[in-house]
């Protein structure tokens, strides 16, 4: 072998060596960072490794990365934890009042008042009523979409939690002269039955609310392969296709509902269940036509 094969042969052996080092290097630097990702996923990663030669340039700013991720899920819980906290405090002051506000009420109209006095006794009550309504959906919706408040879904048959929600309802509709039906199911959805309920109950009272006495108010289920639809159709007054998109969104109030009760966060709050359980709501509507809220739920 003469001297050029010999330091040929010399290179390659270091050309080889050269990538065999890296690729070891890289090996390791994948290694690592797949460790930082594991604890990172198990929410423990501190960053205890400071000597940077031993990382590539990626790996130590995945670290920096990481770390300031940590910090500010720490930051995260803890404003959640205050929130959580100063609604609890909120709730709590509140009720108390309210129950004597809606006590005393009470007990002014059972005296023998005046005509324009009973009146007044009455306003107090209805508005006393409404705040309570108020606090308590502003309750809900903060701790909805804080994630305070979780939503256990499980498979759950539809005719009780039917049954419920049209039940609280029906008194309404019989004080307005208003037809409630709903049609039985074996139907059986992946819900939370508590929340289900309340969702579908303000489906209904709105459409108690918009729909003029002597209309009709009917609620039915369909299944599909993967999600269970029930519906709550109305004779009511319609909306325009330009507000189906906006009636979602909270305190939002159509132009043609301000003659009527409410603040605007029924059908937001159903918005929010239906997808705390992985499902959703959809409207079908038009002006003089009335309104088919859909309710998808998932079978599984």
């Known amino acids: 072998m003469n001297l050029w094969e010999i330091l040929a042969l010399v290179s390659i052996l270091g050309a080889g060596a050269v990538v065999v ?30 000597d940077e030669t031993l990382l590539s340039s990626v790996g130590t700013k995945l670290a920096h990365y990481l770390t300031a991720s940590a910090v500010s899920a720490r930051n995260l819980q803890a404003e959640k934890d205050a929130i959580n906290t100063l609604i609890a405090d909120i709730s709590h002051q509140t009720k108390t009042p309210i129950a004597n506000l809606l006590l005393y009420a009470q007990l002014l109209s059972e005296q023998d008042l005046p005509q324009d006095s009973r009146r007044c006794a009455a306003a107090l009550e209805q508005q006393a009523e409404k705040l309570r309504f108020l606090v308590e959906s502003l309750v809900k919706m903060s701790r909805l979409e804080t994630g305070i408040l979780e939503m256990h879904p499980k498979l759950s048959p539809l005719q009780p939690i039917l049954e419920d ?76 296709e330009g507000e189906q998109a906006k009636i979602f969104q909270r305190f ?48 599984r």
């Open 21 to 50: 080092w890296d690729r070891w290097r890289l090996r390791q630097t994948l290694r690592r960072m797949d460790a930082m990702l594991e604890r990172a996923i198990r929410g423990d990663f501190t960053e205890d490794t400071f």
């Open 165 to 240: 929600a049209v039940s609280q309802v029906t008194p309404k509709a019989e004080a307005k002269g208003i037809a409630l039906t709903m049609e039985p199911t074996g139907e059986v959805a992946l819900c939370d039955p508590k929340w289900t309920a309340e969702a579908l109950y303000n489906l209904l009272d709105n459409a108690v609310k918009y729909t003029p006495a002597g209309g009709k108010v009917a609620v039915r289920s369909k299944s599909y392969d993967f999600f269970c639809r029930i519906d709550v159709a109305d004779t009511g007054t319609g909306i325009p």
């Open 252 to 299: 939002y109030r159509a132009d043609s509902a301000y003659q009527e009760e409410g603040v605007g966060i029924g059908l937001y709050l159903s918005r929010q269940i239906a997808a705390g359980q992985g499902g959703y709501l959809k409207v079908s509507s038009a002006p003089g036509k009335g309104s088919t809220f859909s309710l998808f739920l998932p079978r």
